[in-house]
């Protein structure tokens, strides 16, 4: 596609609820990355996929969050259980290869408010 | 674990001044150094970039400066106007990923 798709655009959930986020990345870049945006807040990492290698975990807050890559395109991140604190805008980008090379395209990211 | 600290976290200045944010990394692996600005309620969006090798770079009204040694970059807007008002975000690459810093929010007084 022209950009960097990410559905729903805006999710409100109940407290307790699962969540799945999707991330539709521009053809061709292998490389995929979710992002954590909290009101006036930075930019967290969460996690990060590169081709057919293992996905870099590191920056999932809690074994609530989950994301796979099928096929080497489509994402989906997955919050389970949900709680008030995970009320955010999740933000989704794709690059051409690794990001020192190419840098990032961003989604317009996906609202998630727990109430 | 790695850090982008920036700063000011806000900024205003009047419509034709000069602005100036300021940031600094902690990995001295960081090769690769770029600026977003995001506009309210927007994703966002790439308006210039910096790699190791190269000290300074410029496009039109903004400039970005690196040094290395001092672990330190800056994003440099001159002749500022409303439309550059938003939230920018300087990041460092960092073993295949960016960090981000906290954001700076600009605002251009007409």
């Known amino acids: 596609g022209a950009g960097v798709s990410q559905s729903p655009s805006n999710k409100v959930t109940e407290k307790g609820k699962d969540v799945e986020l999707r991330c539709d990345p521009i053809s061709g870049h292998t490389a995929l990355y979710w992002y954590r945006q909290s009101l006036g807040q930075g930019l967290e990492f969460l996690i990060y996929f590169q081709g057919n290698s293992a996905p870099d975990k590191s920056g999932l807050p809690s074994d609530r969050f989950s994301a796979e890559r099928t096929g080497g395109s489509v994402s989906t991140l997955t919050i389970q259980r949900t709680q008030q604190e995970d009320s955010a805008v999740y933000l989704c980008?794709?690059?051409?290869?690794?990001?020192?090379?190419?840098?990032?395209?961003f989604g317009s990211g996906t609202r998630l408010t727990v109430v | 674990g790695e850090n982008v600290e920036q700063h000011p976290s806000t900024l205003s200045v009047q419509e034709g001044d000069s602005a100036v944010i300021k940031c600094t990394y902690s990995?001295?692996?960081?090769?690769?150094f770029p600026w977003y600005k995001q506009e309210l309620g927007k994703r966002p969006q790439l308006i210039i970039d910096?790699?190791?090798?190269?000290g300074e770079k410029k496009d039109q009204r903004i400039a970005v400066t690196l040094n290395k040694t001092a672990k330190h970059f800056s994003l440099h807007i001159t002749e500022t106007q409303p439309e550059d008002s938003a939230v920018y975000f300087c990041?460092?690459?960092?073993?295949?990923?960016?960090?981000f810093g906290t954001g700076t929010r600009l605002q251009v007084f007409p």
């Open positions: 980008a794709s690059s051409l290869a690794v990001v020192a090379n190419y840098g990032y395209t």
């Open positions: 910096i790699r190791s090798n190269v």
């Open positions: 990041a460092a690459s960092h073993t295949d990923k960016l960090i």
């Open positions: 990995d001295s692996a960081s090769n690769y």
